[in-house]
Nanobody, 116 residues
Framework: VQLVQSGAELRNPGASVKVSCKAS????????IDWVRQAPGQGLEWMGR????????KYAQKFQGRVTFTADTSTSTAYVELSSLRSEDTAVYYC??????????WGQGTQVTVSS
């Protein structure tokens, strides 16, 4: 199993960013993809999840209205898009595979930096 994420991003405040997570080595539609982030000096923060099988999503309340999860089953790739970026969104963003037994694989992480 591998989850390979896109590279680091630098954005101005107010912009949007889209991070990808390409899955391989398993059936992409069999498990959820959860997104987690970690800001500098902070703990892990769960953002929500997507079910690639039907596109169903669940968002942490903090991010509702500002984050969108999508999944392309033709390429086994999940995406997270975060809009109206602010400095507090500077963090490393991770995709994870969430099975019935819990999260077992993580992407390598994508650094998103929001700075003017």
């Amino acid at each position: 199993v591998q989850l390979v994420q896109s590279g680091a991003e630098l954005r101005n405040p107010g912009a949007s960013v889209k991070v990808s997570c390409k899955a391989s080595g398993y059936t992409f539609t069999a498990d959820y993809i959860d997104w987690v982030r970690q800001a500098p000096g902070q703990g892990l923060e769960w953002m929500g999840r997507i079910d690639p099988e039907d596109g169903g999503t669940k968002y942490a309340q903090k991010f509702q209205g500002r984050v969108t999860f999508t999944a392309d089953t033709s390429t086994s790739t999940a995406y997270v898009e975060l809009s109206s970026l602010r400095s507090e969104d500077t963090a490393v963003y991770y995709c994870t595979r969430n099975t019935v037994w819990g999260i077992d694989y993580w992407g390598q992480g994508t650094q998103v930096t929001v700075s003017s």
